[in-house]
């Protein structure tokens, strides 16, 4: 009798952890693919070059030719560089999580311990989002704070800061979430690499096309929240919340669906 219910008990607590069984241990593993590597220090250095060394080079390119330089004008870069740039590298640095494993071996042999399929999705999805975050958000903003003292054009306030940067963390999750979802429901890298570029380049085509039939289509595109961190940041207002809810909404949508898919999957 001991032993039938202390087998109940037993099975009653693997039932009681499918949901996110393992998912801080997964999370800790995830976490060490970064800081227990190079990884997070060359990925600093690359996007400091990208970001602020293309921002700084077109401060000092602008002053050289005499040409009256604005804070708008710089700010126009920074906010661009920075929005094309994280979804193009959220695209390579991260298309290969789920498929890789998934060829590999690697999701069958580890799903076989007690790690649900939905804490090996979403420790995935917050450990990237963490550190890309960290890098290419945080990091480059403060950074280029620090580069418009430099040059002399004072520093954004701190408010303006925080809510232009957050826009921009919001388009960069929008496109990691969308890599991680084609992942579980694709089985090579192609298609998940391929669908998200073909969008990230058509997507000013897309309102022109469906703006006379949807007139709102242009606010549901991911770039419109880089333009809105650029009217954020020169200390002007949110325009529309559509994108910040579109977006938003988008993101989730596409975690749920590839935690459903994921725990479909065949191993």
Not at 210 to 235: K, V
């Amino acid at each position: 009798m001991v032993a039938k219910l202390e087998s109940e008990t037993s099975m009653m607590k693997v039932e009681g952890s499918e949901v996110l069984g393992g998912f801080w241990n997964k999370l800790r593993e995830e976490n060490g693919r970064w800081w227990k590597t190079r990884k997070w220090l060359v990925q600093c250095g690359i996007w400091l070059i990208l970001v602020n060394g293309i921002t700084s080079i077109f401060i000092v390119e602008s002053r050289q030719t005499s040409a009256t330089l604005s804070l708008g004008e710089i700010l126009t870069v920074f906010t661009g560089v920075m929005g094309w740039m994280a979804a193009f590298g959220v695209i390579i640095l991260t298309q290969s999580d789920i498929v890789d494993e998934k060829l590999s071996g690697t999701a069958e042999w580890i799903l076989s311990s007690p790690l649900s399929r939905g804490a090996f999705i979403l420790s995935k999805l917050l450990a990237n989002s963490l550190w890309l975050l960290g890098i290419i958000v945080v990091l480059q903003g403060v950074v280029f704070d620090m580069i418009l003292g430099f040059f002399g054009f004072g520093t954004i306030t701190i408010g303006y800061l925080v809510q232009g940067l957050a826009l921009q963390g919001l388009h960069l999750f929008f496109w990691l979430s969308l890599i991680i979802m084609l992942g579980t429901f694709f089985g090579s890298r192609n298609p998940v690499i391929g669908i998200p570029l073909i969008f990230l380049f058509v997507q000013r085509l897309i309102p022109e096309v469906l703006g006379p039939y949807f007139s709102w289509i242009q606010l549901a595109m991911p770039e419109r929240l880089t333009d809105y961190s650029y009217l954020i940041l020169t200390g002007g207002q949110l325009p529309s919340w559509v994108p910040v809810i579109t977006m938003t909404s988008a993101s989730v949508i596409f975690i749920v669906l590839a935690v459903l898919r994921f725990r479909r999957e065949e191993f």
